[in-house]
């Protein structure tokens, strides 16, 4: 038997290490193992303010600091029984779709093209395709103006309150930022192209699919939780009944499974549950890329991911012209400290996004709790690895590895935030 290693897993955020055990030709088994070690973000808010929470929890991630930040803020005014107004909701959306542009460009351009022309970094392909490396540092660059244009500054934002914003931008900004989104349409159209061009390897993963929905909206940032295969939808409040956590030995990352068997969260999911309600552009790219609607293909998860561009961009840009309609500007709202349970979601670029905490009546919090979309992936995408490995096992050893690390890449896994 021989035991093959990809140490430190490349052009993912976070340090996983693949090990593949190949006995006469036979894969015997196969593992990610997240070598990072526990942040213990759960328990270093508890004794805290709960204003603390919000500001403490978006340090679990750089990339998608503000879904961090605004899921623990909707967790906390679900434990203190506060709504929020309409603007407050849609200006959320709009740093929650920043985080999208940011993350979704870094990963299709700079993570997951190269695998598709044999390159072992984006550095080559910015010298041979410029026009390609461009067209990914203006997606890039745009999600990082919106995320601080409503956020305050581009990583970890700091405007977003409980209760709503401490300030927002000027009307005019908004107005030219809404042509500036519109223009870059063309953009993530080509990234479409693009990514449904490639040729595509095939695993069809047998985990159940979950994602946020919301009637004819591309939920987001509020919804039900809804199971693909099983077709129940559940409130966001019941997400621990649901979703079950279990240590694992070969990793630092808890796996996940809901009803027992492995889940994926994602692009993927998102598009197969919420089709209907994409963007007119986004629902035309889908229709002409090799996507079809309940696809298990995980591969498929970066195509999705381009597909969300598009959506990202007309919504954002319907967003600001409703905050121009409603005029005006953003207003905190008040709430009394009172002893409570709240839970939160929303969708992170990565998949659904989970926080709940218990605050007493002082407004200390007493516990809280984080499921990350890496930690609900980690057990499918292993199983998918343990489908895939043999289907490429016959290849040369450097090729056979490359394929394989092209899945774990596809799932655009946050390993960092697997071990919160």
Not at 182 to 199: H, M, N, Y
Not at 374 to 381: D, E, G, H, S, V
Request: aromatic share 6%; charged share 20%; glycine share 8%.
């Amino acid at each position: 038997m021989s035991t093959l290693t990809v140490e430190h897993v490349a052009r993912i955020e976070g340090h996983g290490t693949i090990t593949v055990d190949v006995d006469a030709g036979a894969v015997q088994s196969v593992h990610l193992d997240i070598v990072e070690p526990a942040r213990y973000f759960e328990s270093m808010v508890v004794g805290r303010r709960l204003e603390d929470a919000p500001l403490i929890t978006s340090r679990i991630c750089g990339i998608c600091s503000p879904n961090h930040m605004l899921t623990s803020i909707k967790a906390l005014e679900s434990a203190l029984g506060l709504e929020v107004s309409e603007r407050t909701q849609v200006m959320r959306k709009l740093l929650v779709y920043g985080s999208f542009l940011q993350n979704h460009a870094t990963h299709l351009y700079l993570f997951a093209a190269p695998d598709y022309v044999g390159l072992p970094s984006v550095f080559p392909l910015a010298e041979t395709h410029p026009d390609v490396v461009d067209r990914a540092l203006r997606i890039k660059k745009l999600g990082n103006d919106l995320t601080t244009l409503v956020g305050g500054r581009s990583v970890h934002p700091v405007t977003a309150v409980i209760g709503g914003f401490t300030s927002e931008p000027d009307p005019r900004r908004l107005e030219a930022f809404r042509d500036t989104l519109i223009a870059t349409v063309r953009d993530a159209v080509a990234t479409v192209d693009l990514f449904s061009a490639f040729e595509e390897f095939e695993v069809h993963t047998d985990g159940e699919m979950l994602a946020l929905t919301a009637g004819d909206d591309y939920a987001i940032y509020d919804g039900e939780i809804a199971a693909l295969r099983a077709g129940w939808r559940r409130p966001v409040s019941e997400y621990r009944d649901i979703i079950t956590e279990r240590v694992i030995g070969h990793s630092n990352a808890k796996h996940s499974t809901v009803g027992g068997e492995p889940l994926m969260v994602g692009a993927l999911p998102r598009i197969n549950l919420n089709a209907a309600a994409l963007s007119p552009e986004a629902a035309r790219a889908l229709e002409k890329s090799p996507i079809t609607v309940g696809s298990r293909n995980a591969f498929f998860n970066n195509l999705s991911q381009a597909i969300e561009l598009i959506d990202a961009l007309e919504r954002c840009a319907g967003y600001i012209d409703r905050l121009l309609e409603m005029g005006g500007s953003t207003q905190v709202e008040k709430f009394d400290i009172a002893a409570g349970r709240g839970a939160g979601a929303t969708e992170a670029p990565r998949g659904t996004l989970y926080h709940s905490y218990e605050v007493d009546a002082t407004g200390i919090i007493r516990a809280g709790d984080v499921i990350t979309p890496t930690a609900q992936n980690l057990a499918n995408l292993e199983a998918d690895m343990w489908k895939f490995a043999p289907t490429v096992v016959d290849r040369p050893r450097p090729e056979f590895l490359m394929a394989i690390e092209r899945l774990v890449r596809a799932y655009d896994p946050c390993l960092s935030c697997s071990v919160h």
